[in-house]
């Protein structure tokens, strides 16, 4: 994929050299706004760091990763997206490594997605053996509510085209990305209600702020 421009804002595929910048801006922004970080007032970043790094780094390996970059401002990062392959495979094996992380909230977040990946049965549901997986998308706040966000999940779709991805798929805990997602065509095969998911004593696990009232399982064919 060559990297599209548009008002000042340069889309192209993430390299391992921008990971850095990422990690730093997931940290003062993606980990503070997303509803189920948002709520615990946990230091999420430092959770489950090193496997997550690994797992972000085999993702930009992958050339589905895209980061969004202001050229009026020196470069400045004011976006990215993490995606990767997902197999069927896969799936058992997120079940297995949610169950085995410590409970802190980013491993209660890993074992909430798991359930709704499984539910979602997406494989199945679209007879494929192959899926693109829309891990985090961030926006810096400054750039919120011009479209951004929508640009970059639009070229990774492209992108997924161009590899031969059948569908693309997104765990939404959010009921703006939610939103933002079903406006580009994505449709909700699967959803969960925070207040029905509870813990052994009959409390809900999550309790973001509203209108953050589910995940959503988000997918679109390619």
């Not at 390996?61 to 401002?73: F, K, S």
Request: aromatic share 8%; with cysteine; net charge neutral.
């Amino acid at each position: 994929m060559s990297s599209n421009t548009k008002d000042g804002i340069t889309i192209r595929i993430m390299t391992v050299e921008d990971y850095k910048n990422v990690k730093a801006f997931m940290k003062d922004d993606f980990f503070l706004s997303e509803p189920l970080c948002q709520s615990t007032g946990e230091s999420v970043h430092q959770q489950n760091e090193k496997d997550n790094d690994e797992y972000h780094l085999s993702m930009i390996a992958q050339g589905t990763c895209l980061v969004a970059i202001d050229e009026n401002n020196g470069g400045r990062l004011v976006g990215f997206v993490l995606a990767g392959a997902q197999y069927p495979e896969d799936i058992e094996q997120h079940r297995i490594e949610a169950e085995a992380m410590e409970q802190h909230t980013w491993g209660r977040i890993c074992i909430l997605l798991s359930k709704i990946e499984r539910e979602a049965n997406i494989f199945e549901r679209f007879g494929i053996s192959k899926v693109l997986y829309s891990h985090i998308t961030s926006v810096d706040k400054s750039m919120r509510g011009k479209g951004l966000g929508s640009r970059l999940a639009t070229t990774l779709m492209e992108v997924g085209r161009s590899k031969g991805f059948p569908v693309m798929v997104a765990y939404c805990t959010s009921f703006f990305s939610a939103r933002q997602k079903e406006a580009l065509g994505m449709q909700c095969i699967h959803s969960l209600t925070y207040a029905d998911y509870k813990d052994a004593q009959g409390r809900p696990i999550f309790t973001p702020a509203a209108p953050n009232t589910m995940a959503r399982v988000m997918a679109i064919k390619l």
